[in-house]
């Protein structure tokens, strides 16, 4: 089931979805206007941010307003017991077995890269499992509205507790499709119903 | 309340195969902070430098982390003309495009080097990818007005899906 997005503010656009519990507000869009040199509008903008209230399957973000230049993300999540894997992605679609996915991920004592892969987009190593505890990420997209161009994706992680201790990144390549990025859905990777109560996400535009 | 998060300008290849460099110059000193972001593509393999005030001494010192290809490299540049930036194994496809990150946290203190912190990653659909990470010191007092970012080669362009944002940080 879909949570009906609550929208707010002056984004009517935006779309933030669950299949189970969580809030989300859209705060801001303040428009396509785009900043001439010296124009001291505030750039960054929140675009959405979604919280969940209880063990969550999915987080989906669609209809992203295309008036930004670069997407930025700030995750806090944690995985349901015994559930310590990957943080993933998928760009304008939530299907699975398209071998157009690359990645390169490191915690700078191992280094892993996928190369056309049908695998999930792995956002760094695994997160934690236990709560309280909880792993962050912040990650980037530049250019997601160019319509004919693969989109990359930057993510740094940091996980302390005794299931996942890391410090990594990841520099995902989705050759999927060139178009414009509409929608982005995140999820656990060992499967539906493993992302935890707490586990937030926020969506930024730089304009 | 002040904006804190500023575009100040944004730089773009718009004609395939006439330039191998794109810069920010006349830097307003208004800000704090200075965040590069964007997306390069090369179209050839070799190295990409940043350079500073269009200095191009031996005065870019740096610390640099490297994931490429499933192995680590660990090595620090000093005194190196440019910064670190390496494009390794590119291919001449669209599929060759990298992210870039570049945080310079006191780019108008005269009485200090200047540092950075920078990020880039290059997954693409070619054999090796690439994560590179470091720590940038610029040693020069001077603040920084131009900020340059280029391939090694001169004789090499920047694709026309180059794209850069330069934005400045106001602490508030």
């Not at chain 1, 956002?123 to 912040?138: Q, R, Y």
């Not at chain 1, 060139?178 to 493993?194: A, E, R, V």
């Not at chain 2, 704090?32 to 593509?41: A, C, H, N, R, V």
């Not at chain 2, 540049?77 to 590119?90: Q, R």
């Amino acid at each position: 089931m879909s949570l009906p997005a609550r929208l707010l503010g002056a984004n009517p656009s935006i779309q933030v979805s669950t299949l189970l519990s969580g809030s989300l507000s859209t705060p801001s869009a303040k428009g396509a206007k785009v900043p001439e040199f010296g124009d001291f509008s505030d750039a960054y903008e929140t675009i959405a941010t979604f919280t969940a209230t209880s063990t969550t399957n999915q987080i989906q973000f669609s209809s992203i307003p295309q008036t930004y230049r670069h997407l930025h993300f700030r995750i806090v999540a944690r995985g349901v017991p015994g559930a310590n894997s990957s943080m993933v992605f998928y760009v304008n679609t939530s299907s699975s077995g398209t071998t157009n996915r690359s990645s390169a991920r490191s915690n700078f004592t191992s280094s892993t890269q996928q190369i056309k892969s049908s695998t999930p987009q792995y956002m760094g190593m695994d997160m934690t499992a236990t709560s309280p505890a909880l792993t962050i990420w912040e990650g980037w997209c530049s250019g997601y509205t160019d319509s004919n161009t693969y989109k990359q994706f930057t993510w740094r992680m940091g996980s302390q507790n005794s299931d996942s201790n890391e410090f990594s990144y990841s520099s995902n390549f989705y050759g999927v499709t060139q178009d414009p990025i509409t929608q982005l859905t995140f999820y656990h990777n060992s499967g539906p119903n493993n992302l935890a109560a707490g586990t937030m996400i926020t969506m930024f535009g730089l304009k | 309340m002040p904006a804190t998060y500023t575009l100040i300008s944004t730089a773009e290849v718009t004609t395939a195969g006439t330039t191998n460099a794109l810069s920010f110059s006349s830097i307003p000193s208004t800000y704090d902070s200075l965040e590069l972001i964007g997306t390069i593509e090369h179209t050839s393999s070799g190295a990409g430098k940043i350079t500073i005030n269009n200095d191009s001494a031996s005065n870019y010192f740096s610390r640099i982390d490297d994931a490429v290809g499933g192995s680590i490299y660990r090595y620090a540049n000093t005194g190196s003309a440019g910064g670190p930036f390496t494009y390794p194994s590119a291919t001449n496809t669209q599929s060759s495009t990298a992210f870039i990150k570049l945080l310079f946290t006191n780019y108008k203190d005269t009485n200090n080097h200047k540092v950075a912190l920078f990020y880039y990653g290059q997954p693409t659909n070619a054999t090796t990818k690439c994560l590179e990470l470091a720590g940038i010191r610029y040693a020069s007092t001077s603040a920084i007005s131009t900020i340059t970012i280029a391939d090694n080669n001169v004789s090499t362009y920047l694709g026309t899906k180059t794209k850069l944002s330069l934005y400045g940080i106001v602490n508030s």
